[in-house]
């Protein structure tokens, strides 16, 4: 969903609702109680609790304070019910302290699949990359759940030892499940072993294996892999192919045009979306290649699709060809002016990507449209003008009454250029009402090479010092990663590592542990502080297990 939208202001980060959410999911094992398998003495005394309701509550409770607390966790993991133990080794995964990690690595033996299976995920959640070798025999556990749950660990840990094991795995495993697991969990090193894997089940009878391999080679291509990602955009499986598709997309070749709008003959919603995706990527990288009236035609009848999904990206590329054929224009044009929605945002965008400044007076006017995301369209589009015409539309934009559409004159500068020409708009933007609107003067920022922008940076995280909003702090830890290699970015980011805003501290904390190899030790992370009893955890639990379901609607 593009950032117009929703309101800048609703940009509320909800780490905390979905760390909360995330931790009422309780795992339940059917089998009797039984106790874990060998563990050396307790370090702390131990806790008893009434019943496993109690100790989830615990649990809970800490998970939600993301609060190390020795006593109850050992004594959680070390508990005769198999059920407590899955949840204790969820909670020390979502808890994140490295002090748990004894305590993951005995649950890993549980002689419970189900315990084995949540460490395996707590494991994944708490990231040490150390506990690959722990992990890596659980994949000739011969129990599905137990293989599945760490060959996602071992190839989200990505270590080259976890490669090698997953690389052996796949050619072991004794059904097609887990197999199709292990698969998809070689995406992340996108080596020439983890190719040579993968292609070898491109064609396997198991869909499930099948999509498996593709989406293994689709995730972070190689142009080795284009024969196979070709002749996938056939398969039976509509998202199998889709993944093909996608992938033909990030690699580029001007040789997967025609193979591409050949998928969008009769070919289902994901493939079809993903090709036409696919084809913007394709032509945006091969100027001036040609299609064909019928090939044309055809995406101009998907721009009019009943399904917004197809329409959408059909709209899109239809820029690429709306400069050299009149009736592509025509079409486009009518449903920038006439159309509603979303589809009349992408089509006013890509009208005005190939107009440029004859685009301005259509833009004028949408400028003055009683819909604050129509405006925000124009706002954005503006970007697409040279400098001298976007000037005094950008000017009454920037003061809309809407978030929405102050940010969108922000996303609209998309080069280093933009942003040099037009920082009195950043500047501005800067000291806005709304912290959405700032923290997108401070990613704009970031597209500039200015080496002042460090010092703006530091002058933003103090101001937003005393704000509950984290939206400014968490732009800067973002802007200060990008620009890491400057000396002054890791100072930003240990003083956002002092914020009184979990959230921003615990950000900032990942991203000096992963960029800048800080010692842990020395950047402990810090506690939530929620207002929750003990009660109130009982009573999250109790709801967490009713029969809720949930119900997506696609508006066009």
Known sequence: MNRRDATVTSRRWSLLAVALVG????????????????????RVPLRSFAGAPEAEAALLELEDRRAFDPSILESAARSADPAVRVRAALALGRIGDLRGRPLLVSLLSDPSPAVQASAAFGSQVLGDPSLTLELIPLLSRRDVSVESAAAKAIGFLARGDGQDALVAAVDTAAAPEPRATILRSLWRFATPATEAAARRFATDPDVRVRF???????RK???????????????SDADTAAYAARALGVLGKK???????????????????????????????????????ERIARVVALAGDANPNIAVPALT??????????????RLWSIATTGTGRRRQVALLSATAVLRDTAFPTLEVAAKSPDPIVRATAAEAVGYLSFSRAAPLRATLVSDPSPVVRAAVLSGLTTGE?????RAVIQRALNDADAGVRASAIEALTRSEDPSTLTVLSDALSKSAGSREPDVPIAVVAAAEKLRSNPGARAILEAAYRSQNPVVSRIARRSLLKNFRADPAAFPPSEFRPARSAADCLGLLAEAKKPWSATIETRS
């Open 23 to 42: 931790s009422m999911i309780s795992a339940r094992c059917g089998t009797a109680p039984s106790a874990p398998g060998a563990l050396p003495a307790a």
């Open 418 to 422: 933009a942003v040099a020409q037009n």
């Open 255 to 293: 040789e997967s045009i025609l193979p591409l709008f050949g998928a969008l003959n009769g070919g289902k919603p994901p493939l079809m979306t993903n090709a036409l995706v696919a084809l913007e990527a394709v032509l945006e990288k091969n100027p001036g290649s040609t299609a064909g009236k």
């Open 221 to 235: 291509p190689l142009e080795t892999s284009l024969p196979v990602l070709t002749a996938t955009l056939s398969d």
């Open 317 to 330: 590329l239809l820029r690429q060809f709306a400069g050299r054929d009149r009736d592509v224009f025509r």
């Open 212 to 218: 498996g391999a593709i989406y293994a080679l689709a």
